[in-house]
């Protein structure tokens, strides 16, 4: 059984589960230790079967209940190591926690590689993970599109990938010029624009579900950014819900789907 349950995405907290078999990774934990077990609980799992939690960067909205998680149930907590240097909790918990990110791993029978991303992070990372030919990835907090990020989309399975803004509303919106400057820029955010175009350039395995992830609350709405992708998505000749099904994510609502 391969899963990927979206706990929680957007800009007030992402973390999402991914199941293959009897191993359970936790990408980021971003919301409290609490919301996690309880969403943990909702799609039939429990924080004492998570395997480890593998964090993509350091900002708070993806590591806000890892320092509980890891000393209350003394989960094993992979950063790189130059994430680890900015984590602010790094001394609070148990040492044999603290684990290196490396550029490819194993869980079980999963294999984990890790490729870079562009964001304003110390060393920000997306993932790819290989169970029993199947191929899963997660990219999100993605400044540009990259052939990396290409390249680790292509052929997958299930991807988590963020469709974090609308460009019309971001710039017509309330946030500070500097801010918006930010998000729109190389090591910000992917528009809907660009990850639909990215969707576009994937050397594409049929059937692929791509959940739409870390969505701005001010800055985009689900329904717009399905619109956006799938629109963009036919004019290039993609048959969206059958070559591509796009699944939309929320911050406080669990989103999921099974291989």
């Keep these: 059984m391969i899963g990927v349950h979206i706990l929680a995405s957007g800009s007030t907290g992402n973390a999402a589960l991914f199941q293959f078999g009897s191993t359970s990774i936790l990408i980021d934990a971003g919301i409290s230790a609490r919301r996690i077990t309880n969403g943990l609980k909702a799609v039939g799992s429990d924080v004492q079967a998570i395997d480890a939690i593998l964090l993509t960067h350091e900002h708070s909205d993806h590591i806000k209940g890892v320092e509980v998680l890891a000393r209350r149930y003394h989960i094993p907590v992979y950063s790189r190591a130059r994430t680890w240097e900015q984590l602010p909790f790094r001394d609070n918990i148990p040492q044999e926690c603290c684990r290196i990110l490396e550029d490819a791993m194993t869980f079980g029978r999963v294999e984990v590689e890790c490729f870079s991303i562009s964001h304003d992070a110390a060393d920000p990372v997306g993932f790819q993970f290989y169970y029993r030919q199947r191929k899963l990835a997660f990219a999100t907090d993605v400044g540009k599109?990259?052939?990396?990020?290409?390249?680790?989309?292509?052929?997958?399975?299930?991807?988590?990938?963020?469709?974090?803004?609308?460009?019309?509303?971001?710039?017509?919106?309330?946030?500070?010029?500097?801010?918006?400057?930010?998000?729109?820029?190389?090591?910000?955010?992917?528009?809907?624009?660009?990850?639909?175009?990215?969707?576009?350039?994937?050397?594409?395995?049929?059937?692929?579900?791509?959940?739409?992830?870390?969505?701005?609350?001010?800055n985009n709405r689900p329904e717009l950014a399905h619109a956006t992708i799938a629109n963009y998505l036919r004019q290039q000749g993609c048959e969206v819900g059958r070559d591509i099904i796009l699944l939309q994510t929320h911050p406080g609502q669990t989103v999921g789907c099974r291989l």
């Design 145 to 218: 599109v990259t052939k990396t990020v290409v390249n680790a989309l292509s052929e997958a399975d299930i991807a988590v990938l963020e469709a974090n803004h609308d460009r019309r509303l971001l710039a017509d919106g309330p946030y500070p010029r500097f801010l918006k400057e930010r998000i729109s820029g190389g090591c910000g955010h992917l528009s809907n624009d660009h990850t639909a175009r990215l969707l576009a350039q994937l050397k594409l395995k049929q059937g692929l579900r791509v959940f739409l992830a870390h969505l701005s609350q001010h």
